[in-house]
């Protein structure tokens, strides 16, 4: 019995023993491998080799936490100043390692393979630091992991698929990286997953539908990536879903009708993508909406029916939709709203005054819609305001006094409405304002003297294209801080204040078309604004007489001289008035009523029919051209001709002046109208902006933006050009015209077809973007019309059946589009290879398709290859001879939109009767 307890008691030593020579040993072991990590730091933030040298256990070192055996299970060293690689961390050497936090340091490299042994991890912290190259596969070892940030780094490649394996994670940030390629599909098998964020990347490809399995996901934050499609139908599975952002990424098609099923949704972001289609119905009833963002897409709806009232919502954004109806008072129950923003839309009818309940709103922006009748008095009520933003409506009436009240204010923008009577001497307590801006309405009277107590207008003061009267005050020399002044286009006399010299900020001025006289503030910016059209101005700046000392004193002629001038004027005014009596009775026995009424007709024309929220009137385009003089012609087509022309304001545009037929001017008339019609109903980042025009017999111009680098033919022409527009160029702009077109044929009601897509056609800004141009042969689509017209369009480009059917259809588009790309492609137009390709029984199957790209260019690779191959199979469906069978611009479009998928063969072995087995 003694033996038996003896052999047990020693059994039991020798146990122990063991153990503490185990828990020395893995200390020692994981001891050396802290204090090698520890070269990492060139700051030493804790002296580990001296716990060394006194043999000291790790865990009572500085962000080191152990278990009951002594082994390490935390390393914690947040921003701490880390420096270095992590390749010199001997993962291997922390078997029970648990949560690791190195965030928030200065860590640079690769994220080593090593990691993955780590098989206990749960939590791993890695973000804000400089750690580049892929996420290694490995990490798909790490099965006990529940919590992994690596957030704000430099990582790039693809996300590894092998994170399907890690099944109990639930939340994975890897956003504010320089990631790429597909969102892996493996990531719906993370059951557990809560809060899932890949924004700020250069993801592409569509959401896979497997995360519309994550049931559990509350928050999905995919922002700011290149994704594409249509969102998943299983989205609305997502129930607990309360945090979802995907703006930023070209997302296209119908938003789900139930994305807000669970009623749990509080942030919705879907800004600056492509969605079409209806407002969902049930996010009229999701009352817990605190913050939407619906801005800068193509969805349609009425505002007053599709959304409800939200108790919690703080900000909303429709803006840039093609949104209509009228605001609802219910806007104004949404007690916490600080933001209200829906602006370029279609709305119509009044402001409610029921919004001066809105006590808390510090943002208001309805501006460019069709908003009539009065500035509701209650806005006065909004004391928390500091933005009100009402431009580019057709609102009427006076400006309400109550606005002064408004102390919060910073910026106030009225302009282009039909604003009347004074400017209100109360807008001067408004005096947090840095933004004043009531150009192009009706406003008459004086400056109020008021305005000058504005010390704080930084940006811009704007009272220009009004009837404003009387002298410019001298307080506005206290407007220290102003960086641009503009009262141009007004009734304005007087001198100029030289109180204005001490406005020592200014960057722009422009006093034009006033009734101004005397000569300059001897003032940096006033020897370099804008003055014409006020005769009696004189001074050392184009477009004014320079001053005559001996005539002009302190900025008003002499005394002397005005003596003289009264008593030689009424004798001149006699001789005069005599001679007009004779020339009046001549003047009325040849001129008719007809003659009379065209001028004021053609008045009328040149300064009402403006469709554009700059100050322009028809004698600034004709200043600007020189009367349209040849040294500012840039280009000339079929029904006109292009200038440039720089505008007083700064701006430059392009004006394109119709000609002038002998015979035929219905033509001009019509294809005027046609652009006109068309170019107004459109907004597409794809196709150039028209921002006013001019209509009479006599004259007849349109303004667009100015396109810097020209049309596509002359550049593809250009052996410089050319080399310059690489593949990747060239891709995006065959797609740009392809979603514009999509646009057009399909977001438009009714439909536009251009008619006359062509190389000449396309033009390319500063950064190689693609903008459709020239709609004067466009047509729109209508349900009760035959649509049949005369033959139009580029010659090449125009499809085969317009010949003998004479009747319009989007595919006569989708055929010019085919041109095009093959054109893009290969570097020159494709006449020839079209007619081979189409009169071929074979389809042009013997041609191998590195022989159609163009010589120029070293051949495509990669995923910019695959992008070729797609384009050119997509082109040669558009240019099939049979209308029927070519694809619409919509699916075309679709295509573009997604990733194109590798091709099996590397392209410069592909033949196109290959391309010709796939279907679009």
Same mark, same amino acid.
């Given at each position: 019995?003694?033996?038996?307890?003896?052999?047990?008691?020693?059994?039991?030593?020798?146990?122990?023993?063991?153990?503490?020579?185990?828990?020395?040993?893995?200390?020692?072991?994981?001891?050396?491998?802290?204090?090698?990590?520890?070269?990492?730091?060139?700051?030493?933030?804790?002296?580990?080799?001296?716990?060394?040298?006194?043999?000291?256990?790790?865990?009572?070192?500085?962000?080191?936490?152990?278990?009951?055996?002594?082994?390490?299970?935390?390393?914690?060293?947040?921003?701490?100043?880390?420096?270095?690689?992590?390749?010199?961390?001997?993962?291997?050497?922390?078997?029970?390692?648990?949560?690791?936090?190195?965030?928030?340091?200065?860590?640079?490299?690769?994220?080593?393979?090593?990691?993955?042994?780590?098989?206990?991890?749960?939590?791993?912290?890695?973000?804000?630091?400089?750690?580049?190259?892929?996420?290694?596969?490995?990490?798909?070892?790490?099965?006990?992991?529940?919590?992994?940030?690596?957030?704000?780094?430099?990582?790039?490649?693809?996300?590894?698929?092998?994170?399907?394996?890690?099944?109990?994670?639930?939340?994975?940030?890897?956003?504010?990286?320089?990631?790429?390629?597909?969102?892996?599909?493996?990531?719906?098998?993370?059951?557990?997953?809560?809060?899932?964020?890949?924004?700020?990347?250069?993801?592409?490809?569509?959401?896979?539908?497997?995360?519309?399995?994550?049931?559990?996901?509350?928050?999905?934050?995919?922002?700011?990536?290149?994704?594409?499609?249509?969102?998943?139908?299983?989205?609305?599975?997502?129930?607990?879903?309360?945090?979802?952002?995907?703006?930023?990424?070209?997302?296209?098609?119908?938003?789900?009708?139930?994305?807000?099923?669970?009623?749990?949704?509080?942030?919705?972001?879907?800004?600056?993508?492509?969605?079409?289609?209806?407002?969902?119905?049930?996010?009229?009833?999701?009352?817990?909406?605190?913050?939407?963002?619906?801005?800068?897409?193509?969805?349609?709806?009425?505002?007053?029916?599709?959304?409800?009232?939200?108790?919690?919502?703080?900000?909303?954004?429709?803006?840039?939709?093609?949104?209509?109806?009228?605001?609802?008072?219910?806007?104004?129950?949404?007690?916490?709203?600080?933001?209200?923003?829906?602006?370029?839309?279609?709305?119509?009818?009044?402001?409610?005054?029921?919004?001066?309940?809105?006590?808390?709103?510090?943002?208001?922006?309805?501006?460019?819609?069709?908003?009539?009748?009065?500035?509701?008095?209650?806005?006065?009520?909004?004391?928390?305001?500091?933005?009100?933003?009402?431009?580019?409506?057709?609102?009427?009436?006076?400006?309400?006094?109550?606005?002064?009240?408004?102390?919060?204010?910073?910026?106030?923008?009225?302009?282009?409405?039909?604003?009347?009577?004074?400017?209100?001497?109360?807008?001067?307590?408004?005096?947090?304002?840095?933004?004043?801006?009531?150009?192009?309405?009706?406003?008459?009277?004086?400056?109020?003297?008021?305005?000058?107590?504005?010390?704080?207008?930084?940006?811009?003061?704007?009272?220009?294209?009004?009837?404003?009267?009387?002298?410019?005050?001298?307080?506005?020399?206290?407007?220290?801080?102003?960086?641009?002044?503009?009262?141009?286009?007004?009734?304005?006399?007087?001198?100029?204040?030289?109180?204005?010299?001490?406005?020592?900020?200014?960057?722009?001025?422009?006093?034009?078309?006033?009734?101004?006289?005397?000569?300059?503030?001897?003032?940096?910016?006033?020897?370099?604004?804008?003055?014409?059209?006020?005769?009696?101005?004189?001074?050392?700046?184009?477009?004014?007489?320079?001053?005559?000392?001996?005539?002009?004193?302190?900025?008003?002629?002499?005394?002397?001289?005005?003596?003289?001038?009264?008593?030689?004027?009424?004798?001149?005014?006699?001789?005069?008035?005599?001679?007009?009596?004779?020339?009046?009775?001549?003047?009325?026995?040849?001129?008719?009523?007809?003659?009379?009424?065209?001028?004021?007709?053609?008045?009328?024309?040149?300064? #009402?029919?403006?469709?554009?929220?700059?100050?322009?009137?028809?004698?600034?385009?004709?200043?600007?051209?020189?009367?349209?003089?040849?040294?500012?012609?840039?280009?000339?087509?079929?029904?006109?001709?292009?200038?440039?022309?720089?505008?007083?304001?700064?701006?430059?545009?392009?004006?394109?002046?119709?000609?002038?037929?002998?015979?035929?001017?219905?033509?001009?008339?019509?294809?005027?109208?046609?652009?006109?019609?068309?170019?107004?109903?459109?907004?597409?980042?794809?196709?150039?902006?028209?921002?006013?025009?001019?209509?009479?017999?006599?004259?007849?111009?349109?303004?667009?933006?100015?396109?810097?680098?020209?049309?596509?033919?002359?550049?593809?022409?250009?052996?410089?050009?050319?080399?310059?527009?690489?593949?990747?160029?060239?891709?995006?702009?065959?797609?740009?015209?392809?979603?514009?077109?999509?646009?057009?044929?399909?977001?438009?009601?009714?439909?536009?077809?251009?008619?006359?897509?062509?190389?000449?056609?396309?033009?390319?800004?500063?950064?190689?973007?693609?903008?459709?141009?020239?709609?004067?042969?466009?047509?729109?689509?209508?349900?009760?019309?035959?649509?049949?017209?005369?033959?139009?369009?580029?010659?090449?480009?125009?499809?085969?059946?317009?010949?003998?059917?004479?009747?319009?259809?989007?595919?006569?588009?989708?055929?010019?589009?085919?041109?095009?790309?093959?054109?893009?492609?290969?570097?020159?137009?494709?006449?020839? #290879?079209?007619?081979? #390709?189409?009169?071929?029984?074979?389809?042009?199957?013997?041609?191998?398709?590195?022989?159609?790209?163009?010589?120029?260019?070293?051949?495509?690779?990669?995923?910019?290859?695959?992008?070729?191959?797609?384009?050119?199979?997509?082109?040669?469906?558009?240019?099939?001879?049979?209308?029927?069978?070519?694809?619409?611009?919509?699916?075309?479009?679709?295509?573009?939109?997604?990733?194109?998928?590798?091709?099996?063969?590397?392209?410069?072995?592909?033949?196109?009767?290959?391309?010709?087995?796939?279907?679009?």
């Amino acid at each position: 019995m003694a033996t038996e307890k003896s052999l047990f008691l020693f059994s039991l030593l020798f146990c122990l023993m063991m153990h503490s020579f185990t828990s020395t040993v893995a200390n020692s072991v994981e001891a050396e491998a802290l204090l090698i990590a520890s070269l990492l730091n060139q700051a030493p933030l804790y002296p580990w080799s001296l716990h060394n040298a006194t043999n000291k256990s790790p865990c009572n070192w500085m962000g080191i936490a152990c278990n009951h055996e002594g082994s390490i299970t935390g390393i914690n060293l947040t921003n701490v100043g880390l420096q270095g690689k992590l390749h010199n961390f001997k993962f291997f050497s922390f078997p029970n390692l648990a949560n690791l936090d190195l965030s928030n340091n200065e860590l640079f490299g690769t994220i080593p393979s090593t990691l993955g042994n780590l098989t206990n991890l749960s939590l791993m912290y890695l973000y804000n630091n400089s750690l580049s190259g892929p996420i290694p596969k490995e990490i798909g070892n790490l099965k006990n992991m529940v919590d992994m940030k690596m957030s704000s780094n430099l990582l790039n490649d693809s996300i590894p698929s092998t994170l399907g394996n890690l099944t109990n994670l639930a939340t994975l940030y890897l956003d504010g990286n320089k990631l790429s390629g597909h969102i892996p599909k493996e990531i719906g098998n993370l059951k557990n997953m809560v809060d899932l964020r890949l924004c700020s990347n250069l993801l592409t490809g569509s959401i896979p539908p497997s995360l519309g399995e994550l049931e559990n996901l509350t928050t999905l934050i995919l922002f700011e990536n290149q994704l594409s499609g249509s969102l998943p139908q299983e989205m609305p599975s997502l129930i607990n879903l309360h945090n979802f952002k995907i703006a930023n990424n070209n997302f296209s098609g119908y938003l789900p009708r139930q994305i807000c099923q669970g009623k749990s949704l509080t942030f919705f972001s879907i800004y600056n993508n492509q969605f079409t289609g209806p407002i969902p119905k049930n996010l009229r009833n999701c009352t817990s909406l605190i913050r939407i963002r619906l801005d800068g897409n193509h969805l349609t709806g009425n505002v007053s029916e599709d959304f409800g009232v939200y108790p919690n919502l703080t900000y909303i954004d429709l803006s840039y939709n093609r949104l209509y109806g009228e605001l609802s008072p219910s806007w104004a129950k949404c007690k916490k709203l600080t933001s209200l923003k829906i602006s370029g839309n279609l709305i119509t009818g009044k402001i409610p005054p029921e919004f001066g309940q809105l006590i808390g709103l510090g943002v208001l922006d309805l501006s460019s819609n069709h908003l009539v009748g009065e500035i509701p008095k209650e806005l006065g009520n909004m004391t928390s305001l500091f933005d009100m933003i009402l431009n580019g409506n057709q609102l009427s009436g006076w400006i309400p006094i109550e606005i002064g009240k408004l102390s919060n204010l910073e910026i106030l923008d009225l302009s282009a409405n039909n604003l009347s009577g004074s400017i209100p001497a109360q807008l001067g307590d408004c005096s947090k304002l840095h933004y004043l801006k009531l150009t192009l309405n009706h406003l008459n009277g004086c400056i109020p003297f008021q305005i000058g107590n504005l010390v704080e207008l930084q940006n811009i003061l704007d009272l220009s294209c009004n009837l404003l009267t009387g002298e410019i005050p001298p307080q506005l020399g206290k407007l220290y801080m102003l960086e641009i002044l503009n009262l141009s286009h007004n009734k304005l006399d007087g001198s100029i204040p030289s109180s204005l010299e001490e406005m020592l900020s200014l960057t722009s001025i422009d006093l034009s078309y006033n009734n101004l006289v005397g000569s300059l503030p001897k003032n940096k910016a006033f020897q370099q604004g804008t003055f014409v059209g006020n005769r009696g101005l004189c001074g050392k700046v184009q477009g004014l007489q320079p001053c005559n000392s001996s005539l002009i004193k302190n900025g008003q002629p002499q005394k002397r001289h005005r003596v003289i001038i009264l008593i030689i004027l009424p004798l001149l005014s006699a001789l005069f008035l005599l001679l007009l009596v004779f020339a009046i009775s001549f003047i009325f026995r040849h001129i008719t009523r007809n003659a009379k009424e065209e001028r004021y007709e053609m008045d009328r024309d040149l300064f #009402f029919i403006w469709n554009w929220d700059g100050c322009i009137s028809y004698e600034d385009i004709v200043n600007a051209t020189e009367a349209f003089d040849e040294k500012y012609c840039i280009g000339e087509g079929g029904y006109g001709r292009v200038y440039k022309a720089s505008l007083p304001i700064g701006q430059i545009v392009a004006v394109k002046k119709l000609h002038k037929l002998e015979d035929g001017e219905q033509i001009d008339q019509r294809s005027f109208r046609n652009e006109v019609r068309a170019l107004t109903e459109i907004r597409h980042r794809n196709i150039v902006k028209l921002y006013g025009f001019c209509s009479h017999r006599r004259c007849m111009f349109l303004v667009y933006e100015y396109v810097e680098r020209g049309n596509l033919t002359n550049i593809l022409s250009s052996e410089e050009g050319a080399m310059e527009l690489d593949w990747v160029k060239r891709v995006n702009i065959i797609k740009a015209v392809a979603h514009s077109l999509s646009y057009m044929h399909h977001d438009c009601i009714p439909p536009i077809v251009h008619r006359d897509i062509s190389s000449n056609n396309v033009l390319l800004d500063s950064e190689f973007e693609a903008h459709v141009s020239d709609f004067g042969t466009a047509r729109l689509l209508m349900d009760d019309s035959s649509n049949w017209t005369e033959l139009a369009g580029t010659r090449g480009y125009v499809a085969p059946e317009l010949a003998y059917t004479m009747r319009v259809t989007e595919k006569c588009d989708v055929y010019s589009f085919g041109v095009l790309a093959l054109e893009v492609i290969m570097g020159r137009y494709p006449g020839d #290879f079209i007619s081979s #390709f189409l009169s071929s029984s074979e389809g042009g199957r013997n041609i191998q398709l590195k022989d159609m790209l163009d010589q120029r260019l070293p051949t495509p690779q990669d995923q910019v290859g695959n992008e070729i191959v797609l384009a050119v199979l997509l082109a040669l469906a558009c240019i099939n001879a049979n209308p029927q069978t070519r694809p619409t611009m919509q699916h075309i479009s679709g295509k573009f939109s997604t990733r194109a998928p590798p091709f099996l063969k590397p392209i410069h072995t592909v033949e196109l009767s290959q391309l010709m087995e796939f279907r679009v």
